[in-house]
């Protein structure tokens, strides 16, 4: 389902819900809304999962501890590893 097709799909939902229920929607888009203004989306994750400001900088200190600890691979790895890609293909 696309997202234009889930937002008209919850729209027309939002016109027939009870008012407790519609009051419980509210607190929960209200308080996700309000933490996206804390932390904007930057980007997503290549399954579509939105990566905020505070992801972002959680994961570069990550990158950069893993990289303190000496896990990285050099350039030299790289082209040699990427040198056997071609070779399943053929």
């Known amino acids: 389902m696309s997202t234009v097709e889930m937002r ?3 729209t027309t939902w939002l016109e027939t819900l009870d008012e407790d229920f519609l009051s ?4 929960m888009v ?9 932390s904007p989306v930057l980007g997503y ?3 579509g999962t939105a990566v905020t400001a505070d992801e972002f900088l959680r994961q570069a200190d990550e990158a950069m501890a893993a990289v303190d600890r ?5 350039l030299e790895e790289l082209e040699k590893e990427s040198a056997t890609w071609l070779e399943r293909t053929r």
Request: proline share 0%; hydrophobic share 25%.
């Open 8 to 10: 008209h799909e919850v």
């Open 24 to 27: 419980a929607v509210h607190a």
């Open 30 to 38: 209200g308080t996700y809304v309000s933490k996206r203004k804390k």
């Open 45 to 47: 994750e290549a399954d």
């Open 70 to 74: 000496g896990e990285y691979t050099t």
